[in-house]
């Protein structure tokens, strides 16, 4: 069972987008997938169809309460994959674990009862470095950083690497980054092929062939609560992320 986290402190970067398309495009390759909705908002919940506000059991009970993902989590039939749900209960967790014990490992603990019933796990996290992102991290083989091709991802990029290797020094040696997404991206754009450019020179094959395009059909598909790739698998964005679960498949068994 191989277990990453899609993170990015940057808000508003594709972070959801990327999590529900990528378990929906592995779901498609015959894997079993398991999405982990880390984030009090819920999107990725909303996204793979599921009703955030009917769910009874979340992961804010797996984390405060020690409930079994087993047992929380639900079958996004349209998309394929299993979804741990969120909802705004999770905002009070975050208060909640201060008082636990090992208050950054209980997704990890929680994850080990699962024994294999996964190929996958995916964690959205939220656009924060907080005790629910570290919750991610501390449970995960490798990180997914999805990010736009701008001048001011950069910067917000070397933070989060940074962050990710203290993690790994101090409660997760098995953490690392598995590959950064360009997402959102117009080649039209003189400074995203630039940044682009400086992404490969810089972190070599760690950058994914797969580029994500900008794409209208990407956007609209959440509003339907269905991934890309299910809503319009013919259109520019889900193939592109079709061809990143294959590419994500492959660099997986050269791990």
């Known amino acids: 069972m191989k277990i990453f986290c899609v993170a990015n402190q940057k808000g508003g970067v594709g972070k959801t987008t990327t999590s529900v398309n990528l378990a929906a495009s592995l779901a498609s390759h015959g894997q079993r997938v398991l999405l982990i909705d880390l984030d009090p908002q819920g999107n990725a919940t909303m996204g793979s169809g599921i009703d955030k506000s009917l769910c009874e059991t979340t992961v804010y009970e797996v ?103 203290q993690v790994h020094a101090n409660l997760n040696r098995d953490l690392q980054v598995i590959g950064l997404l360009r997402v959102m991206f117009d080649p039209r754009v003189t400074l995203q092929q630039q940044v682009s450019e400086q992404l490969k020179q810089h972190f070599g094959d760690k950058v994914f062939n797969a580029v994500i395009p900008r794409n209208v059909r990407l956007a609209e598909a959440p509003s339907y ?31």
């Open 63 to 165: 984390l405060v309460d020690g409930a079994s993902i087993a047992d929380a989590a639900v079958k996004a039939d349209a998309a394929g994959y299993d979804v741990l749900p969120s909802n705004r209960e999770l905002a009070g967790a975050e208060i909640e674990l201060v008082g636990l014990d090992s208050r950054e490992k209980r997704l990890k603990q929680s994850l080990a009862e699962l024994d294999g019933r996964y190929d996958f796990v995916l964690i959205d996290c939220p656009p924060a470095l907080s005790l629910l992102t570290l919750n991610g991290l501390c449970a995960a083989n490798g990180v997914i950083i999805p990010m736009q091709c701008e001048y001011f991802a950069l910067e917000g990029l070397s933070d989060l690497v940074n962050t990710i290797k």
């Open 225 to 255: 609560g269905l991934p890309g790739i299910v809503f319009d698998k013919s259109s520019r964005g889900a193939q592109a992320y079709l061809q990143f679960g294959t590419e994500m498949i492959n660099r997986i068994r050269t791990l």
